[in-house]
T-cell receptor, first 112, second 117 residues
């Protein structure tokens, strides 16, 4: 019940495309859903996060869509650029201060 | 703000020796720090949660006598891999929480690449 399932495992898009990465969770007690970007050999960096009281959140070119009833959330990257090529992880936690549960990761490649 | 550093960024050690990795919160006080391990092309696996001034809480399957965690101050946590073996070679990442900024966000360090020969 603590798992977060992420798909796809890898994704290739052309520059300007809109890659979409999906995550699903089981534990209805989760109430914080962040997305992280990780470049090779680096630690993850927080991109954007959402709480279940909203269905969508935008920050720059990144958008989270959240469907509480389906227990799913997704990351959309608008106008993707080659510099967005990285591994993206979704995560969830169930209370303030508690541990994060990570998805399996999606390796995104944006071709020029 | 909310910068977390790790030292060293990479380390090579011989099998059977111990190695210490430091995690520091540079511009905030972190009451809670987390240690993760990441194998190539895999997700982050939480090893332990470290609270300042108290014993770390280890995840199931993580040997607490092998991975010693000390959170001695509000800005420093250390992970010591004792009697390291080649299978301990991995990317170790710490994160910290700034309770004054957000009760949810974790700020990650840049990671430490450990290679045991």
């Amino acid at each position: 019940q603590q798992q977060v399932k992420q798909s796809p495992q890898s994704l290739i898009v052309q520059k300007g495309g809109i890659p979409i990465i999906n995550c699903a969770y089981e534990n209805t007690a989760f109430d914080y859903f962040p997305w992280y970007q990780q470049f090779p050999g680096k630690g993850p960096a927080l991109l954007i996060a959402i709480r279940p009281d909203v269905s969508e959140k935008k920050e720059g070119r990144f958008t989270i869509s959240f469907n509480k009833s389906a227990k799913q959330f997704s990351l959309h990257i608008m106008d993707s650029q080659p510099g967005d090529s990285a591994t993206y992880f979704c995560a969830a936690s169930r209370a303030s201060g508690s541990r994060l549960t990570f998805g399996e990761g999606t390796q995104l490649t944006v071709n020029p | 703000g909310a910068v977390v550093s790790q030292h060293p960024s990479w380390v090579i050690c011989k099998s059977g020796t111990s190695v210490k990795i430091e995690c520091r919160s540079l511009d905030f006080q972190a009451t809670t720090m987390f240690w993760y391990r990441q194998f190539p092309k895999q997700s982050l696996m939480l090893m332990a949660t470290s609270n300042e001034g108290s014993k770390a809480t280890y995840e199931q399957g993580v040997e607490k006598d092998k991975f010693l965690i000390n959170h001695a101050s509000l800005t420093l946590s250390t992970l010591t891999v004792t009697s390291a073996h080649p299978e301990d070679s991995s990317f170790y990442i710490c994160s910290a929480r700034d309770p004054h900024r957000s009760s949810y966000e974790q700020y990650f360090g840049p990671g430490t690449r450990l290679t045991v020969t």
